[in-house]
């Protein structure tokens, strides 16, 4: 008897366990941000969340596209601590002369290696069609940048893009417009502009934008183009040289089956993206082009994708309202479902922060906070993932005496513990989490760079050679 029990007791631990593993993970709201319950127009500390980002000071930062306070508010830059915890940086109000010199609608943010944060915003500044800035971590604001829409400008306008490049500078694009309004462009941290590429989709298959772009191993960038103003091909998967300034279209894609997100870069080196019907695709460095399978059963577009510690993708489909994860060869994981009373709706990006849990935010609705009801939500998910391992992508430069320094290029670095050179511990600095500033050691000899962290340690492809 007691043999029988012990045998049914370990069936019902295996049976408990293989239930718990298969139980899906909860979107949890972690904070909701509150309106006025008559007019859901007065929301203090913004609405209409559109990003968030993992700093290396242990705080989360992020915008939301309206709402603040002062005069005529239109968004706000705002942090928030792990636990939830939100402060406003900065308000998008109006000037008394009515003017939003700094722009209105904030609709990126990343932070810099210098520790400031830089943005832009969709509208408004001088010209009305958005502006560039960086802000300090205490709410100072800088203008760095009007763009123009102007056909003798030919700025670009309306900027939806921002990302920082090996070299320092910060990476961006505008649009989706008609030409010349959609440009690709660089834009240095006190200012100095260029318009590096116009897109043109009357003459190819280039897009009115970009969704984003991704810097490789090689040094040049990878991104997608929004759909452009004809039906065959429609947009496409394109690499841009910083260096040289090529810009060479790798695939195209033919209407309806289109780009619909960004492009992440893989364990395997391989580009990720998703595109109409909720198909993952992958493309090489060398543009050689794979669709994949549909990762969710309803066909979906404009989403986001990421890679987790597991290896797995996950993302989401803005309009679908879901977050899914599956395998590299599509095999679906999860398909999560925002509900707009719960955690909100029209998720805009997530990301697995240095502990292992996702976080995202959702653009609309979310459940009430302090009884009041919430436009725009902050959510998490723990699946139960260990903390991402850092990736190492590049270095520059290649070689360098004793006591130089090196900026390493890759992901997940916030939490890094050590960096050796040819195995000798190096002083470093974790500038952002795609940056880190290291210093060559005294006795250092040529060999490869490591970086560790608590998910695991990254090795350079290429050594580093001591001069």
């Not at 479902?337 to 990301?351: K, R």
Request: with cysteine; charged share 10%.
């Amino acid at each position: 008897m007691n043999r029988l029990i012990s045998a049914l007791s370990l069936i019902l631990l295996i049976s408990a366990a293989a239930a718990a593993q298969t139980t899906p993970p909860a979107i949890v709201q972690l904070f909701g941000f509150p309106c006025d319950a008559q007019t859901l127009t007065q929301c203090p500390l913004g609405s209409f969340a559109s990003g968030l980002i993992e700093s290396v000071d242990g705080n989360f930062y992020g915008i939301a596209s309206e709402g603040g306070t002062g005069l005529n508010a239109q968004g706000t830059i705002f942090k928030l601590t792990p636990s939830g915890q939100l402060t406003v940086l900065y308000n998008f109000a109006e000037q008394p002369d009515g003017s939003l010199p700094n722009g209105a609608a904030p609709d990126t943010l990343i932070e810099g290696s210098d520790g400031f944060l830089y943005g832009t915003t969709l509208v408004d500044g001088k010209n009305g069609v958005g502006t560039a800035f960086k802000i300090s971590k205490t709410g100072t604001i800088t203008l760095l940048h009007n763009f123009c829409n102007e056909f003798v400008c030919k700025d670009g306008a309306n900027p939806s893009f921002l990302t920082e490049g090996l070299d320092g500078s910060l990476y961006g694009g505008t649009g989706p417009n008609s030409p010349p309004t959609s440009v690709l462009f660089r834009l240095g941290k006190s200012g100095a502009y260029k318009v590096l590429h116009t897109f043109d989709s009357r003459t190819q298959p280039d897009g009115t934008g970009i969704f984003g772009m991704v810097q490789a191993s090689d040094g040049n960038f990878y991104g997608t183009t929004v759909v452009g103003e004809q039906s065959k091909p429609a947009n496409s998967v394109f690499r841009f040289d910083p260096l040289t300034g090529a810009y060479t279209i790798l695939h195209a894609f033919n209407s309806p089956n289109i780009a619909s997100s960004g492009l992440t870069l893989a364990s395997d080196g391989r580009l990720y993206g998703l595109q109409t019907g909720s198909n993952l695709y992958n493309i090489n460095l060398a543009g050689t082009y794979r669709k994949i399978r549909a990762v969710s059963p309803t066909p979906l577009s404009d989403g986001d994708l990421i890679q987790a510690s597991d290896g797995s993708f996950w993302g989401d489909f803005n309009f679908g309202n879901i977050v899914f994860s599956a395998t590299r060869a599509g095999a679906i994981l999860q398909n999560l479902s925002l509900s707009p009373a719960v955690n909100g709706d029209q998720p805009e990006g997530l990301f697995q922060a240095s502990d292992g849990k996702f976080y995202g935010v959702s653009f609309m609705n979310g459940a009430p906070t302090n009884g009041q009801p919430s436009n725009g939500a902050i959510w998490v998910i723990d699946a139960g993932l260990p903390a991402p391992s850092p990736t190492l992508v590049n270095f520059r430069p290649a070689s360098g005496k004793a006591d130089s320094t090196i900026r390493l290029q890759g992901s997940h670095f916030i939490g890094t513990t050590s960096v050796t050179i040819s195995g000798l511990p190096a002083r470093f600095k974790v500038l952002s989490a795609n940056y880190i500033r290291v210093t060559v050691p005294a006795a250092a000899t040529t060999g490869r760079i490591d970086v560790t962290n608590a998910g695991g340690t990254a090795i350079s492809s290429t050594n580093f050679t001591v001069q």
